[in-house]
């Protein structure tokens, strides 16, 4: 067994340390990685910013009626929403009833930017764009309309919306798509209707109400087209190596056995001699004991996991006051605290977790770990993280990084956090959010569980 001093100096040994130190304290702060990003969408209709003239505007802020009689082209009753349309998502909607087509029907929907003249149809002016029920055209910054789709009148339920993975504006009438046109206005827009003749009467739904349309379904055939795109290119055998290398980095020691089973018995076999790019040398390093070290700390074994370091790798441990070891005795009480032992996890604390305290870096995950002794209920206290599994998680990481950095052959101690898979994936994630930002930082933020969800689901 390898015992192995100077592997890598002590350094980089406390900053590996550190790193896993930093990702136990975020477990505090985890919040739900398939939430929209917190931004204000439209609620109402703004009765301040409006041709108030020619329109009353409902009491609740829903619903617009023309009161006039047109008599040119800027007598047209506009409103827009009392905010943008949110552009950090896949798609914005809202849609509105026409309770009453009036006289002509010059009802409009559509968008238009924060300074567009409040006596014009959407899509008269610049920077707007408008769907016109009295003729079914499409207006987008001129007068002059395109053939667009179905004219609507009472009783129909039209919609306007944004898709930002296409950077397109789409109508609806009546639940079905209409048609789409390529959204080329920039800035803040904001959902508008008109109403241009007498007793035009419309009520809007910012989605306080179910929509006509399956909006739902709408973004699933959204997402489902960026994924056929993605599957259009093939990948080599080298993703097999990734998928390896992740499980040998993290000591899956059995799990990499059925797997090496599994690629030799797939028509045809994938031969891992044909891959290149890969070093295994680094993570086949102590991959036996780092599989055993994982097992014991996911089981809760902590003291047995301590042993069999001390034995195997006394240098990770030989500083009782390293990241390392704060994790592990934190992570001893916290399996006394899950199994009701609490007069046994105050010994503990202590005798072990008493000599963190007054070290800066440590002050904060130490009163977590105390406070589990204030609630009945620690699960489901605010310092609950710490009886997650992901917690048993980050002390088995740490460890099996800091094995990974006594071997004398390591090139790069760095290399000891990540797997290349993981590599992969942190790519993955900063070119899709240069490919946003290129998009004026619109669309749906990537969030990696929900896109291997979504092909999990495509799959099944």
């Known amino acids: 067994m390898s015992n192995n001093t100077n592997s890598t100096n002590g350094h980089s040994d406390r900053d590996l340390g550190l790193w896993f130190l930093e990702q ?36 609740d802020k829903l619903s617009a009626k023309y009161t006039n009689v047109n008599l040119h082209g800027h007598d047209v009753g506009v409103v827009q929403a009392n905010k943008p349309a949110p552009v950090k998502r ?10 009453d087509a009036g006289t002509k029907g010059q009802i409009a929907i559509g968008f238009t930017s924060e300074s567009f003249k409040m006596r014009r149809q959407p899509g008269w002016e610049a920077n707007s764009c408008g769907y016109h029920g009295d003729d079914g055209l499409l207006y987008r910054g001129h007068g002059k309309g395109e053939a667009f789709g179905p004219t609507y009148t009472s009783g129909d339920i039209v919609g306007g919306g944004i898709n930002y993975a296409s950077q397109e504006f789409f ?16 800035g803040p827009l904001f959902p508008t209707i008109a109403v241009h003749s007498q007793n035009e009467e419309v ?11 399956d909006l739902k379904e709408f973004e699933a055939q959204e997402r489902m087209k960026q994924q056929r795109m993605i599957e259009k290119f093939s990948l080599p055998t080298v993703s097999h190596g990734i998928v390896r290398s992740y499980l040998l980095h993290y000591g899956y020691e059995d799990t990499l056995n ?24 680094d993570v086949v390093f102590a991959l036996n004991e780092r599989k055993t070290l994982r097992q014991l700390i996911r089981n ?13 790798y006394p240098q990770v441990v030989q500083d009782d006051k390293s990241a390392t070891c704060f994790l592990l005795h934190c992570q001893k009480f916290i399996e006394l605290v899950r199994v009701g032992a609490l ?3 105050v010994k503990y604390g202590r005798m072990e977790l008493a000599k963190f305290f007054g070290l800066p870096v440590f002050e904060d995950l130490v009163q977590d770990c105390v406070a589990l002794l204030a609630y009945e209920q620690p699960q489901e206290s605010p310092v ?20 990974l950095s006594t071997n004398p052959n390591l090139k790069d101690s760095q290399s000891c956090l990540h797997s290349y898979l993981e590599r992969l994936l942190r790519q993955l994630t900063a070119c899709c959010l240069e490919r946003r930002l290129l998009s004026g930082d619109q669309g749906e933020a990537f969030h990696l569980h929900r896109v291997l969800n979504s092909c999990k689901k495509a799959r099944c």
């Open 384 to 403: 609950g993280y710490l009886l997650e599994e992901s917690q048993r998680e980050v002390v088995a990481d740490t460890v099996n990084a800091m094995i």
């Open 24 to 59: 136990s304290r975020l477990g505090s702060a985890r919040v739900p990685t398939d939430m929209d990003e917190d931004e204000e969408a439209p609620t109402e209709l703004n009765t301040i910013n409006s041709s108030g003239g020619f329109l009353v505007v409902s009491p």
């Open 171 to 186: 109508f609806t009438k009546n639940g079905a798509v209409v048609g789409t046109v390529p959204k080329d206005m920039k």
């Open 258 to 281: 059925s797997f090496d089973m599994a690629s030799k018995t797939t028509v045809p076999p994938v031969h891992i001699a044909q891959e290149n790019g890969f070093d295994e040398q």
């Open 90 to 99: 896949l798609v914005y909607y809202f849609e509105i009833y026409v309770k």
């Open 300 to 312: 809760g074994e902590i003291d047995s996991a301590l042993g069999k370091l001390r034995e195997w």
């Open 203 to 213: 009520n809007v739904n910012f989605g306080q109400q179910p929509f006509a349309f």
């Open 343 to 345: 007069e046994e996890a």
